[in-house]
């Protein structure tokens, strides 16, 4: 494959002469290489005389993703990736030819290949969406400055092994101790009370909703053990003897967290089981963890509609807030409060009712 390469520089000087990719994830396996229209300028007060003439002659005698990317793309054939180094480096191959590429330690998404068999010229590859590579072979020679655009452009392409590479990105678990209990009588009714609402049967509520279990406790949550009197509530005067009572925080909260995926079209999306480990609300498709994958099974989500119920009631709170937030950025789009007026179930379904029309009640269907 160098010689693909010393070609390419080879005809470049000859014709001026005569004319006077956090460490990136980079799929591996086979790629189709293709090399494109190849441009000169003419460098000032080093071309020849008439350098600009023969320079604007040169390209306009010669032949972009690809064609949009590239004028009059060229094959070379098959070409094979391997990465390696928890993808801080490739090697790229044609049989018996080789050639490493490093990554750039100022862009993580671009990679310089190290011996191309000239000081006069330089490859780079920019790694775009994991499984496609975009550059260019340029320099300057003779007075001319050349560039010919270069692309790889996936065949039979997979997931390297990472493995240990992100041992040290890996999430902590959080004892039981310091996480508290959500409610769970509470937690189904919210879960029975959202599927009834967006269409979804009591059977599949685990497939498109996610809640949280557990969460962890806040400052505010867990306030430490207080001191009370005899006579206060929580402290009977009956318990002869005892100066005072002590109380501990509640090791469960009546706070529950509802959240569903749409894709564009309000669609409700299968979503991954909540773990402490792994908070954040996810589409559970099989095919999107391996991001070589040829396609995926479902689209990706584009929104997530969040219920949050607060049931508290030594305060006589029985309200619903729901928010639609962009599920990329969870920036909040819409968001609705509804005060429950009446306690119990009846009261959050009522909420559940009123935030869902507030915030513009997009679900359409849903994902099989």
Not at 342 to 365: F, I, L, Q
């Amino acid at each position: 494959m160098k010689n693909l390469f010393l070609t390419a520089f080879a005809f470049i000087v000859a014709s001026t002469a005569s004319l006077s990719a956090s460490t990136t994830v980079i799929c591996e396996g086979t790629y189709e290489f293709f090399n494109g229209q190849d441009t000169v300028t003419a460098l000032p007060g080093e071309a020849p005389p008439n350098g600009a003439k023969a320079a604007a002659l040169y390209n306009a005698n010669r032949g972009a993703w690809l064609g949009q990317f590239m004028g009059k793309p060229k094959s070379e054939g098959l070409h094979e990736v391997r990465v390696s180094q928890c993808g801080r480096q490739f090697i790229l191959s044609q049989g018996s030819k080789q050639m490493l590429f490093l990554q750039s330690i100022m862009d993580d998404t671009l990679y310089v290949a190290q011996d191309i068999g000239t000081n006069e010229a330089e490859l780079t590859l920019r790694v775009v969406d994991h499984k496609i590579m975009v550059g260019s072979v340029s320099g300057k020679s003779h007075g001319f400055a050349f560039n010919i655009p270069v692309a790889l452009d996936p065949r039979d392409v997979s997931m390297p092994d990472m493995k240990g590479c992100y041992d040290d990105l890996a999430p902590h678990d959080t004892p039981m101790e310091d996480r508290l209990i959500v409610d769970p009588t509470l937690r189904g009714e919210a879960i029975d009370i959202v599927a009834a609402k967006l269409g979804i049967p009591p059977a599949e509520a685990g497939r498109y909703i996610s809640a949280a279990e557990t969460v962890a406790k806040t400052r505010q949550s867990d306030e430490g053990i207080t001191e009370i009197l005899p006579g206060e509530p929580g402290c009977p005067v009956e318990l002869t003897g005892v100066k005072t009572c002590r109380v501990y925080p509640p090791d469960t909260t009546t706070t529950v967290e509802t959240n569903v995926l749409l894709d564009k079209d309000g669609r409700l999306l299968p979503v991954k089981a909540h773990t402490p480990e792994a908070p954040r609300v996810e589409v559970d498709d099989p095919t999107a963890s391996d991001i070589c994958a040829p396609r995926q099974t479902y689209p990706p989500a584009e929104q997530r509609l969040r219920f949050n119920f607060f049931a508290i009631d030594d305060d006589g709170i029985n309200d619903v807030q729901a928010m639609l937030v962009d599920a990329n950025t969870d920036l909040a789009q819409k968001a609705h409060y509804a005060t429950g007026m009446k306690k119990g179930r009846r009261g959050m379904s009522e909420g559940v009712d009123e935030a869902y029309e507030a915030v513009g009640a997009p679900v359409t269907g849903r994902h099989k």
